[in-house]
């Protein structure tokens, strides 16, 4: 079984985050990156099909050199190979396209992905991917299994939990549930040194094309003061309640 994973370099949660070019740019500068949540839990199950079902790993960003490192990290948690696209992700279209160009060069039985990144939050590009392919697509999936020759998937539905199964090849969007966070791998240093030897191969744009783009940025406003109310106040707390707060 040949297993492509898609890997999002995303800043981590902690970081202050800022913009730059009067709110139209994303300021990188002191941004720690890591692999995207829902990425990680794909690519820890994508390992366990390789212990147990014999399958290749390979996994593939769309980025500039400065996505190496979690490449190098997907490799020391178990890939067998990576592959990086060289150019800046502009939106989900063009991201899709990119990776439909890397999956035109192999045969993929399975294609994972995070069912979305949690910089954007977007959720597209599993979906376009799978459609650009022509092949089924399976989001929000909590569970996968193999039986021979189709796969076997829980997904989280509005007020429940649908089983699907489906033929290879399929796109798959995975979140927490394909695995638990105390599944993740932690890479030790036998990996990290195996993953030195691997191959990461890089490839060129396919000249694909953005069908949107951000004109600005904009934090959230910042949390005012807490104002305090004597408990014997009743009456101001009920005016506050209505006048400012406009809860009741």
């Known amino acids: ?5 898609c890997i999002s370099n995303v800043p981590d949660t902690t970081s202050k985050i800022n913009f730059s070019n009067d709110d139209t740019l994303f300021d990188t500068n002191g941004i720690q990156f890591i692999i995207n949540p829902n990425d990680e839990f794909a690519l820890t199950r994508a390992i366990w099909f390789q212990q147990k079902n014999q ?21 020391a948690i178990g890939a067998d190979k990576a592959v990086r696209i060289n150019t800046k992700p502009m939106d989900g279209f063009s991201v899709a396209q990119e990776l439909k160009v890397i999956c035109t060069k192999e045969n993929y039985d399975l294609i994972m992905c995070g069912r979305e990144s949690i910089d954007y939050n977007g959720g597209m590009v599993p979906g376009m ?17 193999l039986d021979q020759d189709k796969i076997l998937a829980k997904r989280e539905i509005d007020g429940g939990i649908e089983k699907v ?12 549930g394909l695995v638990e966070e ?11 040194m195996q993953a030195r030897q691997k191959p990461l191969e890089v ?43 406009n809860v009741i």
């Open 1 to 5: 079984m040949n297993i492509l994973v």
């Open 55 to 75: 399958a290749s790993v390979t996994v593939v960003t769309v980025g500039d050199s400065s996505a190496e490192p979690i490449l190098r990290k997907c490799l």
């Open 129 to 145: 991917l799978a459609q650009m392919l022509e092949i089924p697509f399976i989001t929000n999936c909590i569970s996968l299994d």
């Open 165 to 176: 199964s489906s033929s290879l090849p399929i796109v798959i969007g995975g979140q927490k």
């Open 182 to 192: 105390s599944d993740l791998i932690i890479p030790n240093m036998r990996g990290i």
């Open 203 to 245: 490839f060129d744009s396919s000249d694909s094309q953005s069908k949107s783009e951000i004109s600005k940025f904009e934090k959230p406003p910042s949390k005012q003061g807490v104002k305090l109310v004597n408990p014997e106040n009743l009456d101001e707390l009920i005016r506050l309640l209505h006048n400012e707060a």
